[in-house]
């Protein structure tokens, strides 16, 4: 274990096509990173001779009552390391996503290393600290009031406004990284290596399905550990051998599931994946969300009750989709508004058979606004649709940025609602190992 506090960062996300597709495996979707990521520091807890702790403490002091600490113990059976959350004042906030990457991370850790029963883990601290663009900013549509990269939100984490960028993958990925790094040697695991990236994306998808408690496609963990690429998604399968947290028997079975080579089937590619020289991806924050879930239902029930009609549509979908990532890998800048309107044609055409409003009208008229603003060649509403950050292929300058600004402004103003221009642009880099000297003052 290193006595130097270590840093890693995932990406964020944005699913430009793809959506509803990439949940079955005879489809693609075109992920793109993004640069807001989630950077986790760990470093051990010193304690003086003779004192022992076990314990591990988690913090993300950009938000209020934002600690976690734990306990742990090894589960009878092969349960694997049972993580109890201890009381931090006057109550005790559960946070799922960081309890259950505690949970598979310390049990594959243990497994890897060989440990013992009678063994324990160093005690440790790990601070999550996220780049501002994950959260709509309060009291503010400009990010000026707000410059610093990490910003103090007045809330608690619970109550912040996501801008829908993917923040619970790339959390439980950069968590799972940082736990990996910081108790195993680098010969053991390094993100830095396929190896090492095969292991972090099978051990934080298993995580990340678990704390959401379904099997999502994964592109967003994906995302989060290779960077921008054209993702199929992994058989579900392949986590149904994995029992719960602690009962007989989850130890060998999730050490097994995530050293397999031959049952994660998914197909991650980062060849091609690339936006033309001057050509950016930017993110707009419409600061509502929504609750995909629910979308989700009733698009695969609408497939269920019409399979040749939602099957023909999907077939056409896809080779749509094809057809924009080709224009944007070969350069082709004139023709990405043709190619990203033939997309949300049928994008428009599945929500109106569905009844699901993957691009709610007031989307399509705030992109098609927007694609009149000088310098913007296109937008989606991204990934399962509705009112997440919308998705724009534009010109990148300054000139630009400043026209979408001014836009956006006097949009909100009319409209009532609040639209900014997020800083996050498309970046192709997946996980990787970060330097501390930008996060002094937080550790």
Request: aromatic share 8%.
């Amino acid at each position: 274990m290193p006595t130097t506090p270590t840093a890693v960062s995932a990406p964020g996300k944005v699913l430009l096509a793809g959506g509803y597709l990439v949940l079955d495996k005879d489809y693609t979707g075109l992920v793109f990173g993004l640069s807001a990521r989630i950077n986790v520091i760990a470093q051990e807890i010193k304690t003086s001779p003779g004192v022992q702790l076990t314990e591990i403490v988690v913090d993300s002091p950009q938000f209020l009552k934002a600690q976690w600490r734990y306990g742990y113990h090894l589960a009878p059976e092969n349960g694997g390391i049972k993580v109890i959350q201890l009381q931090v004042g006057s109550a005790i906030n559960p946070n799922p996503f960081v309890e259950i990457t505690l949970a598979y991370a310390l049990t594959y850790i243990a497994s890897a290393a060989h440990l013992r029963a009678s063994s324990t883990f160093d005690p440790a601290h790990f601070t999550i600290l996220a780049d501002n663009d994950y959260y709509s900013q309060p009291h503010s549509s400009s990010s000026d009031s707000n410059p610093t990269r990490f910003a103090k939100f007045p809330t608690e984490l619970k109550d912040a406004h996501k801008t829908g960028l993917g923040s619970s993958a790339a959390l439980v990925t950069s968590l799972t990284a940082a736990l990996l790094s910081h108790y195993l040697p680098p010969a053991a695991f390094d993100p830095a290596t396929e190896a090492g990236r095969r292991t972090l994306h099978n051990l934080a998808q298993a995580a990340h399905c678990a704390a959401q408690g379904k099997v999502g496609s994964g592109f967003d963990v994906a995302a989060a550990v290779y960077g921008s690429c054209h993702y199929r998604r992994f058989s579900p399968a392949v986590l149904q051998a994995v029992p719960e947290v602690g009962t007989p028997g989850f130890a060998p079975a999730l050490a097994a599931c995530v050293d397999s080579v031959d049952a994660w089937d998914a197909r991650v590619e980062a060849d091609g994946v690339v936006l033309p020289p001057g050509v950016a991806l930017r993110m707009c924050d419409v600061d509502c969300g929504s609750q995909t879930v629910g979308m989700v239902k009733k698009v695969l029930q609408w497939r269920q009750e019409d399979p040749e009609g939602s099957r023909k549509l999907w077939d056409d979908l896809q080779a749509r989709n094809a057809a924009l990532g080709a224009v944007l890998s070969e350069g082709k800048v004139d023709e990405i508004r043709g190619a990203v309107a033939a997309v949300r044609e049928l994008i428009r055409d599945m929500g109106v058979r569905s009844g699901v409003p993957i691009e709610p009208e007031s989307q399509t008229a705030l992109l098609d606004a927007l694609t009149e603003v000088e310098g913007v060649y296109a937008g989606v509403v991204p990934g399962a649709g509705g009112f997440d950050a919308l998705a724009l292929l534009v010109k990148d300058d300054e000139e630009t940025e400043r026209r979408i600004t001014t836009f956006l402004e006097k949009w909100s103003k009319e409209k009532g609602g609040v639209v900014r221009l997020l800083g996050v642009k498309g970046e192709t880099e997946g996980v990787r190992k970060e330097s501390l000297k930008q996060y002094v003052g937080w550790i």
